[in-house]
């Protein structure tokens, strides 16, 4: 069964501090992986994609790596801001099909502390 | 800027009733997807329509149906209400293609009592 797996569950850091979300998936064959921001009370937003031949994609100060021989991504947040606070959402789509087939992680709650 | 509306953002529905959840998207996309989230499980896909009526079953589909007779609406239908169904609805919208990003809309947070 395809499982996508990430930690820490929840995270609290100091405004301005850096951090580092996991991601670790069993989805194969593997197309794509995409981390999407969701905000309390809002639906999921697209920060990146990478395909497999992909090591590495930045967004602002969002920095995801993917290591598609191990099947582990994270996603790198630097300089935190309080509106950073959200949960992050692994997803990965697996070769031969559409986007009908997305496996979501279950997130990583992080919580920017003034 | 893309858009994904859903018809509520709150809701409350006795058991037994028959519930509407509505979803637009005015980006023109040929795929549309209900979602519902619960706490501690990742969202499972309920129903999917990669074309005007036509309509897929996901992974979680009992209890649920779905419509769509124009290419920009997509309804998610619970036909008999239970207590289990209280849950987050996520409206989803893409163009096709496995590199296609899925956008989504705010959510509809359905309790049933």
């Known amino acids: 069964k395809n499982q996508v797996e990430q930690s820490p569950q929840s995270l609290i850091i100091l405004e301005g501090k850096n951090c580092t979300l996991q991601c670790n998936y069993t989805v194969s064959p593997f197309s794509n992986l995409r981390w999407y921001k969701q905000d309390t009370g809002r639906g999921p937003v697209s920060l990146t994609i990478?395909?497999?031949?992909?090591n590495t994609k930045s967004n602002g100060r969002y920095t995801a790596t993917l290591d598609a021989d191990t099947k582990q991504s994270s996603l790198h947040i630097t300089a935190s801001q309080l509106s950073d606070s959200a949960s992050y959402i692994c997803?990965?789509?697996?070769?031969?099909?559409?986007?009908?087939?997305?496996?979501f992680g279950t997130g990583t709650r992080l919580t920017i502390i003034p | 800027d893309v858009k994904v509306t859903q018809s509520s953002r709150y809701l409350v529905k006795r058991t037994g009733e028959k519930v509407f959840l509505e979803c637009v998207q005015d980006m023109d996309h040929e795929n549309m997807f209900w979602y519902r989230q619960d706490p501690g499980l990742g969202l499972r896909l309920i129903y999917f329509s990669y074309d005007v009526k036509m309509k897929e079953k996901g992974d979680i589909p009992e209890g649920y149906s779905v419509s769509r007779e124009k290419k920009e609406r997509f309804s998610l239908i619970l036909e008999s209400a239970s207590t289990n169904q209280t849950s987050m609805y996520l409206c989803?919208?893409?163009?096709?293609?496995?590199?296609?990003?899925?956008?989504f809309g705010p959510g509809t947070r359905l309790l049933v009592l």
């Open positions: 990478m395909t497999f031949s992909e």
């Open positions: 989803a919208s893409s163009s096709q293609g496995s590199r296609e990003t899925q956008y």
């Open positions: 997803v990965v789509s697996p070769r031969n099909f559409g986007n009908e087939k997305l496996t």
